[in-house]
């Protein structure tokens, strides 16, 4: 059973560029949450998908973007590229179950360490 | 607000010792509450949990979490500390009423595990 699968592993942009990260949930996980996690600290939440829907967003401007796909994959999309944008950017995803729509934990992929020059 | 503090940056054990990973948190209503770990260059392993029942929650590789209702606590407990423990560890939390799943997560202590 594949785990949270992320590509790619590494990339260098240059500033005012834009990237575009991807993720694959675990399979039978229909949820999908995107964190950036700047060197020495935690993971930051950006947004969560939903039945291809965008359902909450963290303290992120416009630049970052997100979308879900049929297969509950996603891609994460950030222009303008910026130096403090460097940093690795995690995809988790979860499982919503039960009467209050409670997610399972999260399982999360190695990551994609995004660097710009 | 919701809320986590990891009052340690950095936790120092003699290999074979008992460790704790400290964690405080502070939600509207009840917490789910979550550690994972993670090893450099990797992403997060989850690691336990606590939603409800016995406050003693046992995890992977021989960890173990203390849920303390009162003093809004849950930190993260080894009998015996080996070196491979050596890592990031991150506490998170969530308030069992937030449909959206969103975590809150500590700033992360580094375990230092010492031969």
């Known amino acids: 059973d594949a785990g949270v699968t992320q590509s790619p592993t590494h990339l260098i942009k240059t500033r005012g560029q834009q990237v575009t990260l991807r993720c694959s949930p675990k399979?039978?996980?229909?949820?999908v949450s995107w964190y950036q996690q700047a060197l020495g600290q935690g993971p930051q939440f950006i947004f969560q998908?939903?039945?291809?829907?965008?359902?909450q967003r963290g303290n992120f401007p416009d630049r970052f973007s997100g979308h879900q796909f049929p297969n509950y994959s996603s891609e994460l999309n950030v222009n303008a590229l910026l130096l403090g944008d460097s940093a690795l950017y995690l995809c988790?995803?979860?499982?919503?179950?039960?009467?209050?729509?409670?997610?399972?934990?999260?399982?999360f992929g190695q990551g994609t360490r995004l660097t710009v020059v | 607000a919701q809320s986590v503090a990891q009052p340690e940056d950095q936790v120092n054990v003699a290999e074979g010792n008992p460790l704790t990973v400290k964690c405080t948190y502070s939600?509207?209503?009840?917490?789910?509450l979550f550690w994972y770990v993670q090893y450099p260059n990797r992403g997060l392993q989850f690691l336990l949990k606590?939603?409800?029942?016995d406050n003693l929650v046992k995890g992977s590789y021989g960890f173990e979490a203390e849920f303390n209702k009162s003093q809004t606590s849950f930190h993260l407990k080894k009998p015996s500390a080996l070196v491979s423990d050596s890592a990031l560890y991150f506490c998170?939390?969530?308030?069992?009423?937030?449909?959206?799943?969103?975590?809150?997560w500590g700033a992360g202590t580094k375990l230092i595990i010492k031969p």
């Open positions: 988790a995803s979860s499982l919503r179950q039960g009467e209050l729509n409670m997610n399972t934990e999260a399982f």
């Open positions: 399979s039978g996980h229909d949820t």
């Open positions: 998908y939903y039945e291809e829907e965008e359902r």
């Open positions: 939600v509207s209503g009840n917490p789910y």
């Open positions: 606590y939603i409800t029942g």
């Open positions: 998170a939390v969530r308030d069992i009423r937030d449909s959206n799943y969103q975590l809150i």
